[in-house]
């Protein structure tokens, strides 16, 4: 008998109130026959019944049977908060609060202090502050990555997220195969990711670790399952390089293979020779290299098997995926994984696409041109200042600027980028498709990652933290299913005469597997427990007596204590005693190390205290702020034409008139360069008067009537500075569009180095442009907070426009066309295009960016 | 001219924008609005005042922190009924059955002792509810002040309500994060006031918000490595500024919360090897590729020369790098005296490829700015015990709640930021049982079997 039975399917169909005695008894033995897995529509049915036609009596003679229709009805969101009192009905409900029957299973975690940290007997641990990773690796790169530990919350939602984004792009990119389950686990404090070692594949480039963290779709998207997992690993090392709060560890693949079958080869033995215990301890031998698994609690003893399998777990049914709460769940859930991924490589392929657009159009143009128009609106040469990185993916900003000759660059550089481009923007696509398979098939490796995730987080009593409207969502849906989870692995273990507490341990982690529905069996969730165990570290014990492996390990038996630095075992060293040893001329460097590390252990707080005190530095000189000071007001004024003019061609963009002005008015330089500023205030002027941008070469160039007063003056001053220039600028203007017009004022400006070293020439020059690049170095920084600040407060769902440009907008001001930026304004000027959802003017765009 | 930017486009885009700034301009056109703004005489001044008065119409008002007994007395007073039918979008009639589940109130009632249990329209439940509000508190241990979470976890508002008060919450510009019976509570406050509704704005959605996000992000991020590059080449141009040469570990540690990076860097105890080799190296090989980040440099060539008592000895200095399989020489030493070479030697060979610096164009420039531990004394023997024991001491950094392990003016100190962000660290800590206790424990829970031990 199944969910296909037919008497099952009419029973469900009629409404309760209409069952007569026989559907009721077929109700509550289908009840009986299916839990823990027992349907939604059943246990509302059920549920229904019993509230509406039978609330005087229990619907079971055996309370637990009732307890659990409770606990199942409450778990599919059912609000049993209007039972009315008294009844057995209430009885029920009243159970539930029960802790003995269903509180949390877990023990306590301990509080991870330095301490613990310190504990040379601990190394995969739960709740570990540092995170440590294990990458089972073959010949061909990692095959398995296994990290374990809650990490810092700054460290661990990097590290979660793109966890979760490699398990999502190896199971979109993989082939259902068989069931197509999906076998990895994100937990919380402990993720395992598996690429499969099946198959040759081909190998793939691995990424640079640095900047690899930053961008959550990699430019290099490798189309590999290794290829991902290596993205991974990338970020892991890069963090381990640049944090020390992660530690990866390489183990090769066929040792954890084997570790594997030698804990199960335990449990096996143990199944065959009841009348043993067979006991593995721990030998602790500190081996640097020893494997570290996520082994299944398996099952020691034979009997009754045929219902429980080899591992210890439940079914569940997917129907608990389906009520309201876990819907909104796992809508925010997506919000910040899949969906945001999706968004990610759409929006870098669509950029692409558009930059291909742009630049064929450019290249239509001048093949279409004659060669007398191609000397009238080209220049001979083009300045390139970009470069395109055919492995990152992306255009790379040159240091110094390079000429080409206009001719091979339209006939060599142009075609060869707009190809490598399109193969970029042809992988961004495929990997687009290979997302959304990933959310979307019938499976959704998304869905099944995600329902993983959860079960595990609700069993173990932890709370996933990837977002705060996940974390809020989850607390919501935990309410009605946690108590449900605990009372059936209560009763689970009960039957198979397991003791909760060989199982329940610090280093328990649940698997969860959705099994879609084959041959009229509903789809389930299989939830099995696993064990972290340490090959050197943990102890475990085969003993057909006790049901299960029991695993046990230094976290089984923690002690709490206070935060404050105690003795902590046999006189450890003090700090005094340290300065003593270091002065001692013969004392050998692992003498010092172990006398240091015993006294940290013991005094965690004053030792490192003392010692980041002893090797802080000095404070600089206290001239030296009046040094800098100095320099920087010689280098502000020796780059004020460069920056004067790129800001002011910001702020006349962004229609900020005034202060495109006050940066021109602050331009100081030779004549010939001043003339330039003044040619620019003229453009200013002239679109501060809302003239047309493809009217003003022409206005400007004949001094036409209608030109306004401020313009006419500004080219006046011009003149007076650089007759020359500006006669010509004037002269071929009228043929040019704006664009040309702007880029030629900015053609062949001196750089700021040379500007800083005529400036400072008695000193040499070179100090002045160091200060100048520092105080961009520190204004990029601040500039990079105050943005990513600003940032945080926007709302997670919807947002209007106008706030959202309130919050960002000042922020992003500084970033266009504020001081000492520079380099960065291209984008900023992107986003403020989003902002204000309009596309900043075409002219001056190449010089901004 | 600060504010010009942020000022213009909001009053372009925003008709919130335009009321603020209209409120010190006049109350003008969007156009006229501009031509006012583009011709202000003191500018400066007069744009910091509007942009802040911008961004105060932008802040969301303090809502009530509580929902009280009282508010519930006032759900009943006809003064506020007005406020609360707008807000729900239905007659006044109907306001209080619209707001509240009678199914709720009835248990409400029936929990505070009332046995009738005939009612069933939500306004009179309500009403018969009120007088038992004490009663109700003292079963629950409710104080005054813990009305909201209450009614919100009995659900005595409707679904309905829910949504209209959010929305409410949403036209009306209060917070996001407001709960339902805040925003209640708001609604009977400010009843009988003039409430200007935003209406319905152009909204970025959800998707959209990833996007914004992203970019945010992307630029955030772009920004910073800006920062690092100008940072690190004014530090080598520059070396004898403290400021300027010490920007770079401070942007790791404190920008970029490289924490491990930016304290090797800053905390001394440590000499470049450039120091070390007094000069005895020369001009070093273009080798450019990046080093392989876990492999060790290696010396090669080593050859000892000159006399017993002024032994001196030549080596090279080898790197595995990323593309080629053979080991590259990165460095030429010549003539390194022999007792000052065996203690370098050993410091060299426990370099691997990432402890590199990446200040200086060939790998052999960054392996001279690498710094390693001082040679004797307690600063060196610290500094060694940084660097071999990294984790642990850096872990202890954090969880000990040192967020300010350099405690020095930072370079430019009010810019920069100053402090580590980590989370608080935990009030307790733990210690654990050695392996030795674990495998008896385990061993006795097995008492009265026959264990035989597998290694």
Redesign the interface.
């Known amino acids: 008998m199944g969910e296909n039975d037919p008497r099952i399917h009419a029973l469900l169909d009629k409404l309760p109130y209409t069952w007569d005695r026989d559907d009721t008894e077929l109700a509550r033995q289908e009840f009986l026959r299916r839990r823990p897995a027992v349907s939604r529509r059943l246990v509302e049915a059920l549920w229904r019944y019993w509230e509406d036609c039978a609330s005087d009596r229990p619907l079971f003679d055996d309370p637990e049977h009732n307890l659990a229709l409770a606990l199942h009805a409450k778990a599919f969101g059912v ?1 049993l ?2 039972v009315e ?1 008294g009844g057995p009905l209430h009885e029920a409900v009243t159970r539930i609060a029960d802790p003995a029957l269903c509180g949390p299973l877990m023990p306590e975690a ?10 040379p ?2 190394r995969a641990a739960l709740r570990c ?2 995170l440590r990773a294990w990458v089972a690796v073959d010949e061909q790169g990692p095959v398995e990555v296994l990290v374990v530990g809650d990490g ?3 460290i661990r939602q990097q590290v979660v997220q793109a966890a979760l984004v490699t398990s999502l792009r190896i199971n979109g990119l993989t082939e259902a195969e068989g069931d197509g389950y999906v076998t990895d686990l994100i937990g919380v404090g402990v993720l395992r990711i598996t690429a499969g070692s099946a198959g040759q594949q081909p190998a793939a480039g691995l990424l ?2 640095f ?1 690899a963290r ?3 779709v990699p430019d290099d998207a490798t189309a590999t399952p290794r290829g991902a997992l290596r993205d991974f690993v990338a970020l892991l ?1 890069s963090l381990q ?5 992660v ?1 990866v560890t390489e183990v090769g693949h066929e040792d954890l293979v084997e570790f594997g079958q030698t804990i199960r080869s ?1 449990a096996d033995r143990a199944c065959a020779d009841p ?10 031998t500190g081996g640097p290299d020893a494997v570290v698994s996520l082994l299944p609690y398996l099952r020691t003893a034979r009997e009754q098997t045929t219902a429980w399998g080899a591992s210890v777990g439940i079914d569940l049914s997917a129907d608990l995926l389906t009520t309201e709460r876990y819907q909104r769940l796992e809508l925010a859930h997506q ?1 910040v994984l899949a ?2 991924l999706t ?2 490589a759409m ?1 870098r392929r669509d950029r692409l696409l558009a930059e291909i657009d742009q630049q064929q159009t450019e290249l239509t143009s001048y093949q279409v041109a004659s060669r007398e128009e191609r000397t009238v609106r080209w220049d001979p040469t083009v300045l390139l200042s970009e470069r395109w990185d055919e492995h990152l993916g992306r255009m790379i900003k040159l240091a110094e600027e390079e000429e080409c000759d206009t001719e091979v660059y339209f006939a060599k550089n142009v075609p060869h980028i707009i190809k490598l481009k399109h193969a970029w923007a042809q992988r961004m696509t495929v990997l687009v498709d290979n997302l959304q398979t990933a959310v979307h098939r019938p499976h959704a490796p998304a869905r099944q990652l995600a329902a993983g995730r959860f079960v595990d987080a609700v069993l173990r009593d932890a709370v996933p933290d990837e977002s705060p409207a996940t974390e809020r969502a989850f607390r919501a849906w935990r309410e009605d299913v946690a108590a449900m989870l605990w009372f059936e692995w209560r009763c689970s273990l009960r039957e198979q005469l397991i003791d909760p507490s060989d199982l329940w341990t610090p280093h328990t982690a649940f698997v969860t597997r959705y099994l879609p529905a084959v041959d009229g069996d509903p789809a389930v969730l299989f939830t099995h427990a696993y064990s972290l165990v340490d090959e050197d ?1 943990s ?1 475990v ?1 085969a ?1 057909a ?2 049901g299960v492996l ?1 695993v ?12 404050e630095d105690g003795a ?1 075992g046999a006189q450890p060293p003090g700090w005094d005693e ?2 003593r040893l ?2 001692r001329a013969d ?1 050998e ?1 692992e003498t ?2 172990s006398a ?2 015993r006294a ?1 252990r013991a005094r ?2 004053d ?3 003392r ?2 005190e ?8 206290p001239g ?2 009046a ?2 000071d100095d320099l920087l007001g010689r280098a502000v004024r020796a780059a004020s034409l460069t920056e004067g003019m790129s800001r002011a061609l910001a ?1 006349m963009r ?6 495109a002005r ?1 940066c021109l008015d602050d331009v100081r330089g030779e004549p010939r360069w001043e003339a330039r500023a003044w040619l620019l205030r003229a453009v200013v002027e002239c679109t ?1 008067d809302e003239i047309p941008p493809q009217d003003i070469p022409g206005l400007l160039g004949g001094r036409l009537p209608g030109l306004p007063l401020d313009a006419d003056r500004a080219l006046d001053e011009a003149a007076e500075l650089d007759q020359e220039y500006t006669t010509r600028w004037l002269a071929v203007l009228p043929d040019h569009d704006l664009d040309i017009g702007v880029r030629r004022l900015f053609h062949g400006l001196p750089p700021i180095r040379s500007m800083c070293r005529e400036q400072g020439r008695e000193q040499g020059g ?2 002045e ?3 100048w ?13 105050q ?2 600040e ?2 945080e407060e ?17 922020a992003v ?6 001081p000492f930026v520079g ?2 304004r291209g ?2 000027q ?3 295009a ?5 596309d900043p003017p075409k002219y001056g765009r190449a010089v901004v960016r | 001219m600060e504010n010009e930017l942020y000022v213009v486009w909001m009053v372009r885009v925003s008709e919130r924008a335009r009321t603020a700034v209209g409120s010190v301009l006049g109350d003008l056109a969007r156009t006229d609005l501009l031509r006012r703004l583009a011709a202000l005489g003191q500018a400066e001044e007069r744009l910091a005042e509007l942009a802040v008065r911008i961004q105060a119409e932008f802040t969301p008002p303090e809502l009530p922190a509580v929902f009280t007994e009282n508010h519930l007395r006032m759900l009943v007073d006809p003064r506020v009924a007005p406020a609360l039918a707008q807000a729900m979008d239905c007659p006044q009639a109907t306001v209080l059955g619209n707001l509240l589940d009678a199914d709720q109130l009835a248990l409400a009632l029936r929990d505070s002792g009332d046995s009738t249990g005939t009612i069933l329209d939500p306004e009179l439940l309500f009403l018969s509810v009120l007088p038992r509000l004490p009663r109700l508190a003292a079963r629950h241990g409710l104080d005054s002040r813990a009305w909201g979470p209450f009614l919100e976890d009995r659900r005595w508002l409707t679904p309905r309500a829910l949504d209209q008060l959010t929305k409410l919450a949403r036209t009306r510009g209060w917070p996001p994060a407001a709960r339902p019976s805040q925003i209640l509570a708001a609604v009977l406050e400010t009843a009988g006031e003039e409430v200007r509704s935003l209406g319905p704005e152009r909204e970025f959605d959800a998707l959209a918000l990833i996007e914004l996000r992203r970019r945010i992000g992307l630029l955030a991020e772009h920004l910073r490595e800006e920062a690092m590059r100008r940072a690190e080449e004014a530090a080598l141009m520059e070396p004898k500024l403290s400021s300027v040469s010490r920007l770079p570990a401070w942007l790791e540690l404190y920008e970029r919360n490289a924490v491990a990076i930016g304290l090797r860097r800053l905390l001394t105890g440590a000499d470049s090897l450039s120091d070390l080799l007094q000069g005895t190296h020369t001009e070093p090989p273009a080798v450019t590729a990046e080093p392989r980040p876990d492999e060790f440099l290696r010396i090669t060539n080593e050859i000892a020369f000159g006399a017993l008592w002024k032994r001196r000895v030549a080596f090279d200095i080898t790197c595995l790098v990323q593309g080629q399989s053979d080991p590259q020489v990165i460095l030429r030493c010549r003539g390194l005296r022999k007792d000052d070479y065996t203690p370098i030697r050993g410091m060299i060979q426990q370099l691997r490829g990432r402890d590199l610096v990446k200040t200086g164009g060939t790998l052999g420039e960054r392996l001279l700015n690498t710094q390693v531990a001082q040679r004797k004394g307690l600063r060196g023997h610290l500094r060694r015990v940084l660097h071999r024991h990294g984790p642990e001491l850096i872990q202890c950094v954090v969880l000990t709640g040192i967020r300010q392990p350099v405690p020095i003016p930072s370079p430019w100190h009010e810019y920069l930021a100053t402090k580590l962000p980590y989370q608080s660290p935990p009030v307790h800590d733990t210690t654990f049982a050695d392996p030795t206790q674990v495998n008896q424990r385990l061993r006795d829970s097995a008492a009265g079997r026959r264990i035989e031990e597998i290694r």
């Open positions: 609000d908060t209007g009192k301990p509080a991870w202090g330095p301490r613990a940290a310190l504990d007997h601990i502050a540092l810092l919350p700054e640079p670790v900047g930053h961008s959550s090392r390089h640049e944090t020390e709060l530690q335990l009348a043993k215990a067979l006991l593995r301890p721990i030998a602790d919000r969906d945001r968004m990610d929006l570290r102890a014990l003993d007596r006790r029991v046990r390990d230094a976290t089984d038996h923690a002690v709490r204590e206070t935060a902590g340290l300065v270091a002065g004392c460097e010092f190390d240091f590390l940290l965690p707080r030792v490192v205290r010692m980041v002893e090797l802080c530095p000095s404070p600089p000189d030296e702020a040094t800098i702020a962004g229609k900020a008139f005034l202060t006050q501060a070179e100090r442009f160091a200060v690049l520092f105080r961009h170095a520190v204004e990029s920084a601040r500039l990079a907070r943005l990513e600003a940032g926007l709302a997670e769902d919807h947002e209007a426009i106008d706030v959202a440009l309130a919050k960002l907008g000042k001001e500084a970033i266009l066309t504020g380099g960065m984008e900023a992107d986003l403020f989003m902002l204000t959802g309009e």
